[in-house]
């Protein structure tokens, strides 16, 4: 009986967290249809040139112009290239639509391997850039899960020339975004991505929570297919190399066709062993088991096996399993077992978005949606319907129990002292159970607090710049608009300071990015020291330029410790990579006492005026001045 009380708390406890589970996924769909993500910008009058260098004699020097044959034009901005380890060249031309918006070049796949991008202005180079997934993540140009480029500014046309190579094929859509478009929907494209993995997550460590209890396989086999399924679409959509993996370009390169193999090989197990084939048809069990291995022998070679021999074989046998899958669950339909049409429903969506996206990657259709989006779309419809159907599975099974207890019952009715022991035993699995749930109900909150803790540690992460460690551009708006908000309603002079570091561009020409990068964190690591009060706050505002928030400070103060910092920085060189490099800095400073029907960033705006009037001056100084009446409302 303790067993018994055992697996019945374990099946109380499946159906609460699979209701949870609903509602999350539910909240996900919602979430899904409320926000309208913002699109990249279209470029007017502009057509993308294409070039395939098969012999790889060109080189940037040496493009033929555009108006040349040698280029083929497409009418939308997206390359479906064969795979191919060929270099291939795309060109474009960018007008100056917006002169006062920043603009950013995203190539929108996170598995190129070599990528090369030149901004030339009147045949004069403006910037150039080159990284790759074979290189560590680090080496991105801007830390985001695609390949993400800042557009230099141009007086009236920028050629824009990237050079790209993989071993795979090429589905890159390239986008153009302005600034401003392009912060809102990371914002709301990371809420997605926090909503749709946590998902995921908290399913397959749910089972395996529920397996460690039942030791029963199909909740490890489950656990294992939705994590392996999670981290299958962390890689496909940049997000795994970003966080996880972020230092090893090989597990880069092997994680798609790694986590694919591990998922597919857990989907035929736990198909296998949930459907119980093996009761049914042997034939097809084996069958079952014999894809398993062919799947379990793919993960440990495909890191072995160069990418075109690997990749397309692999996709159109992802294509068959796919629909022999869902004949399965047909068959099991068919053969009218009992979880099979359930099954074939949960299924349907998750088999058919997993072969679109599978026919997109081959080149044998177009979709108008990115496969990843589409794959996901497909995981949490699938998820929310294998969550409904596990809950009528444990009432199914939790029927059953009860009617074995009453024929139980029913048949040792004549029997007294049978009957009395068979109540005992009742009562004390009813007491057993409700122990259990109430230590398994607190297990549960001590995880979730602990979640909880986590989640915490992340958002203190998310605001925090990733190579200087001091706090970033998200901390710095909030912490902005605090300030000037208690400046108000508590009628304290407020203090914002721009800091900028002089010929940045300069030093990263002649020494690298790697020199570059040392120079801001130097920069940085001066002026957490100079800041004393636990109210100060400096940041990092974007590239070489920093933001200070100095609350409660008159500007005379402001001004003497920031000539102090800047004189430090002048006088101290920086050493990195076997050079020494001596930096200035600029410095605009800015004071007032912000009054409420004040625009809330009108001083900000003004600190930055005062950097570029510094720069005007020569550079290497401070210009501070206080808000003039003439910015009063």
């Known amino acids: 009986m303790a067993i018994d009380a055992l697996f019945r708390s374990v099946l109380t406890q499946r159906a609460a967290i699979q209701l949870m589970s609903a509602t999350c996924i539910l909240l996900f769909l919602i979430t899904v249809f409320s926000i309208k993500l913002q699109a990249p910008e279209p470029l007017p009058q502009s ?34 290239l064969p795979m191919t380890d060929t270099p291939h060249w795309v060109s474009f031309n960018m007008t ?15 598995f190129i391997d070599h990528v090369s991008v030149w901004f030339i202005e009147n045949n004069q180079l403006l910037d150039h850039y080159q990284t790759g997934d074979s290189q560590p993540f680090a080496s991105r140009v801007m830390p985001y899960e695609t390949f993400l480029f800042p557009v230099p500014e141009f007086e009236e046309q920028l050629r824009v020339v990237v050079r790209i190579s993989s071993e795979g094929t090429l589905q890159v859509p390239i986008n153009v975004w302005a600034e401003s478009n392009f912060l ?6 990371s809420v997605l991505m926090g909503l749709f993995f946590g998902i995921l997550f908290a399913m397959g460590i749910s089972n395996l929570f ?43 390169k092997n994680s798609v066709s790694l986590w694919a193999s591990a998922t597919v090989f857990y989907a035929i197990v736990f198909t296998n062993v949930l459907l119980d084939i093996k009761s049914v048809s042997l ?90 989006y589409l794959l996901m779309l497909g995981v949490i419809i699938e998820t929310f319907l294998l969550a409904l159907m596990l809950a009528l599975s444990v009432n199914h099974q939790r029927r059953q ?5 009453k024929e139980a019952l029913r048949k040792e009715r004549d029997m007294r002292a049978v009957q009395e022991e068979v109540l005992a035993q009742q009562n004390n699995a009813q007491e057993e159970l409700e122990y259990s749930v109430q230590e398994r109900t607190l297990e549960l909150e001590i995880a979730l607090r602990e979640l909880s803790e986590i989640n915490r540690e992340l958002e203190e992460k998310n605001t925090l710049d990733a190579l200087t460690g001091i706090r970033n551009r998200r901390y710095f708006d909030k912490k902005y608009l605090a300030e000037v908000r208690r400046s108000r309603r508590e009628r304290t002079e407020l203090v914002v300071a721009m800091i900028d570091i002089d010929h940045f561009k300069k030093v990263n020409d002649e020494h690298g990015h ?9 920069v940085a690591e001066r002026l957490k020291k100079t800041l004393k009060r636990p109210s100060d706050d400096v940041c990092r505002y974007g590239g070489e330029e920093f933001s200070v928030i100095l609350p409660s400070t008159d500007i005379q103060g402001a001004h003497d410790l920031l000539d102090q910092l800047r004189l430090e920085i002048q006088n101290t060189p920086v050493y990195s990579a076997g050079v020494t490099v001596r930096l200035t800095v600029s410095i605009g400073l800015a004071s007032a006492i912000m009054d409420p029907q004040q625009s809330e960033d009108v001083l900000i705006g003004f600190a930055d005026q005062l950097l570029y009037q510094a720069k005007n001056n020569g550079r290497n100084c401070i210009v501070a001045q206080k808000l003039p009446d003439s910015e009063q409302p």
């Open 47 to 80: 057509t993308l040139f294409y070039l395939d260098d098969t012999q790889q004699q060109y080189k940037i020097s040496t493009l033929p112009a555009l108006s040349s044959d040698k280029w083929q034009g497409l009418e939308r901005f997206q390359l479906a």
């Open 96 to 110: 100056n639509i917006a002169s006062q918006e920043h603009w950013l070049l995203e190539l929108n796949n996170p």
């Open 184 to 189: 809102v929907f990371n914002g709301e494209h």
């Open 210 to 252: 529920f397996f460690v209890i039942s030791r029963q396989p199909v909740f490890l086999l489950y656990a294992g297919y939705v994590l392996s399924f999670a981290l299958l679409l962390s890689a496909m959509q940049g997000l795994g190399y970003k966080y996880i993996w972020s230092e090893s370009p090989w597990m880069q």
């Open 283 to 372: 034939r097809l069990h084996k069958t079952l088991n014999i894809l398993a291995i062919v799947f379990a022998v793919a993960l440990v070679a495909s890191p072995f096996i160069p990418k075109p021999w690997f990749l397309e074989p692999f996709l159109f046998a992802l294509c068959g399993i796919c629909i022999f899958i869902y004949a399965v669950s047909i068959w099991g339909w068919y053969k009218k077992i009992h979880l099979a049409r359930f099954y074939t429903l949960a299924w349907t969506s998750l088999l058919v978005s997993c072969l679109m996206a599978c026919l997109e990657h081959l080149n044998l259709i177009s979709l108008t949606i990115s496969s990843n």
């Open 401 to 405: 129990l009860f009617r074995a207890q």
């Open 514 to 522: 790697l020199v570059g990068d040392d120079c801001i964190k130097f």
